[in-house]
């Protein structure tokens, strides 16, 4: 799923147990298990770097507290549309 990245995670490496259930959460699946092995001997889950919402699924579903970290990204502000010299009373509306 395409996009701009509205959220961010990270993964304590050595705290996931590798149970998958952030993986299989994950509705843009931007989750995965790593090919290599933690100290615990298992594929810890690590973030892609694409597509995350800040959701926070992921965290909510992960069993060991404080093996992910959800980052939600602030929208930036909207700049205002600019208003019609009409709506402003004319091209003579008084300068404030
Ligand atoms: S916060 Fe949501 S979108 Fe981001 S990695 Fe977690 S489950 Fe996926
Ligand atoms: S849910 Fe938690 S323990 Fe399980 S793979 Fe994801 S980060 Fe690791």
Known sequence: ???????????????CKGCGLCVESCP????EL????????VHPAHYTGHDCTGCGIC???CPEPGAITVYRIKAKAKTP???PAQAQGG?????L
Do not use: S, W
């Open 59 to 61: 965290f909510y579903c």
């Open 1 to 15: 799923m395409a996009g701009q990245a509205r959220g961010k995670v990270t993964v304590d490496i050595e705290e």
């Open 81 to 83: 549309a600019p208003v």
């Open 91 to 95: 091209e003579h509306a008084a300068a």
């Open 34 to 41: 790593e090919p290599g092995l933690n100290a615990y001997g």
């Open 28 to 31: 843009p699946k931007c989750l």
